[in-house]
């Protein structure tokens, strides 16, 4: 990390899903859709930062492909012109990618196994300073992946602390102890870090950051270690004026839901392509004669009767339903019960239909206030379609 | 029977579209045909729309041609009839006009078939009217 330059905001974020030490993705998310929470969440924390590098770092790769980037910045609200990287890789990879970083950079880090989770870091003048201390880089291959993405676990966790976490410390070298640990369990930290160390929700790539959110809250400079397998990385935390972010709603367990039949819907490419920019960016048509807004864009205006290509305009995220319905009918294709609902987008006027999600069936009512999230809307011919759901405002207890 | 007269026209290019789906070429066609009238019409003129269309794309299809075309208040009806869809549509709207039900109907064809996948687009875009077996 160049000097005068460090982490300005970070957020870390957890779906509502499973049990406190291990959160599972919804029906709806993958590594994209949490990324993109994680990362628009930082977003929010510094209005109108610039960033012009995404860095997306996660151990889930199969379903980052080409196309992805787009989807990302897209969802992001960043221009498309931006450059995306996207790196396989866990916890060491994800600070490595963090402690190098240029100003206006917006690293994500996701992980969909072994604990959900994702975290997003933003860098630029001041803010909190990441400096390389030591890496160690050994191969103790515990967990593979064939070409296919099927996982193979060596599953010893005794071989993995012994030839992993605790001689990879030792050959770091470390001036101290550290203030944290990622990418082992919260057992395993807890027993080399100094003082005492959050439970992180996950081990994976996203690990990285919620451990470095745990050194922040408790005010301590100092080390920070990232583990995966036989490698390791540890880095100098010098504080600094950093925007924390953190969702982390009530764990609860995933509906019961199910599937009477599959429905073989193929996907059309032109018509997904046609749709995109106002779909995965979530912007409404402005005719350019009446200044009426429609979602999606139309051609011909129903307000005026002007004819002709609408400039597209960022909707807000915010809304509140208008009428929701709950379906109990099986629908192939579809998990039911599931709930949707009509949403106001701001005061602009738009209403979106779309499928509530991060809430049981039958959780809202009309007036609710919520926010319109990325998520996989569908698979068609293997192909992910994204697009928005509604997710409620927690309800304080 | 009352005499029954062609009054406007207006027709896209035939091509792939692949910028634009039916939702695009619909209003293109009918506000052409509207423009093309030498003295003029209104599209509140319009009493009643035949709507030939052999395979559905982008939704229900009278609805489709409604909402894209800005077509709210008229019945709009629906033709298939395989090959002859066209001249079908055209013939149900002559019926309106020469039996003085109406006096201005307009008639619009339309398919988007290279909306799915070149290596099965007849498959894919008739699999509801064939049997696949």
């Known amino acids: 990390m160049t000097s005068q330059s460090g982490v300005i905001a970070l957020a870390t974020h957890l779906p509502p899903w499973g049990r406190a030490g291990q959160r599972s993705c919804g029906p709806d998310e993958d590594v994209v859709t949490l990324a993109v929470a994680a990362g628009s969440a930082a977003l929010d924390l510094v209005p109108g930062a610039k960033v012009d590098l995404v860095v997306l770092v996660t151990r889930d790769g199969a379903p980052l492909d080409t196309g992805v980037g787009p989807v990302v910045l897209a969802a992001l609200g960043l221009p498309s012109d931006i450059s995306l990287t996207t790196v396989l890789g866990g916890a060491p990879a994800a600070l490595d990618a963090l402690a190098s970083a240029r100003p206006g950079t917006l690293l994500l880090t996701a992980d969909t196994s072994g604990g959900a989770a994702s975290a997003a870091a933003l860098t630029g003048a001041g803010g909190a300073e990441l400096t390389q201390v030591s890496r160690v880089g050994r191969s103790v291959p515990t967990l593979v992946r064939d070409a296919a993405g099927v996982e193979f676990d060596y599953s010893d966790a005794r071989l993995q602390r012994e030839r992993g976490l605790l001689l990879g410390l030792e050959q770091l070298s470390l001036p101290g102890k550290p203030l944290a640990v990622a990418g082992v369990s919260p057992k395993d930290a807890a027993a080399v870090c100094e003082g005492t160390p959050a439970a992180l929700p996950t081990a994976g790539a996203s690990s990285a950051l919620f451990a470095l959110a745990d050194v922040l809250r408790r005010g301590e400079a100092g080390l920070l270690v990232s583990v995966e397998q036989g490698l390791l990385t540890a880095v100098n935390v010098q504080l600094g004026e950093v925007s924390l972010g953190v969702r982390a709603p009530e764990p609860r367990a995933l509906p019961k839901r199910t599937v009477s039949a599959e429905a073989d819907i193929k996907m059309s490419l032109p018509a997904y392509d046609r749709a995109f920019d106002a779909k995965v960016g979530l912007k409404a048509g402005k005719c350019g004669t009446c200044g009426t807004l429609a979602l999606p864009p139309r051609l011909y205006c129903l307000s005026c009767g002007h004819q002709g290509p609408t400039e597209l305009i960022a909707l807000p995220r915010r809304g509140s339903v208008y009428t929701t319905v709950t379906v109990h009918v099986p629908v192939p294709g579809l998990a039911t019960p599931y709930s949707l609902a009509i949403v106001e987008l701001g005061d602009t006027g738009v209403r979106i239909t779309v499928h509530v999600t991060d809430a049981v069936p039958g959780a809202v009512a009309i007036d609710d206030l919520g926010q319109l999230v990325l998520r996989r809307v569908a698979v068609r011919s293997g192909i992910p379609d994204y697009g928005y759901a509604f997710a409620p405002d927690e309800v304080s207890a | ?133």
């Open chain 2, 1 to 133: 029977m009352k005499r029954v007269a062609i009054a406007g026209a207006g027709m896209t290019t035939f091509g792939e579209h692949f910028d634009k789906g039916i939702k695009e070429l619909l209003p293109m066609a009918v506000s052409e045909a509207l423009a093309s009238v030498d003295k003029g019409i209104e599209r509140s003129d319009l009493q009643a729309a035949w709507f030939g269309e052999l395979a559905t794309t982008d939704g229900f299809p009278s609805g489709v041609l409604a909402d894209s075309c800005g077509l709210l208040d008229i019945p709009i009806t629906h033709i298939e009839n395989a090959c002859a869809t066209g001249n079908d549509a055209l013939r149900n709207a002559f019926f309106a006009v020469s039996s003085g039900h109406v006096d201005v109907a307009i008639v619009v064809g339309a398919d988007k078939v290279r909306d799915t996948s070149a290596r099965s687009t007849f498959w894919d875009w008739m699999a509801m009217t064939r049997d696949m077996a």
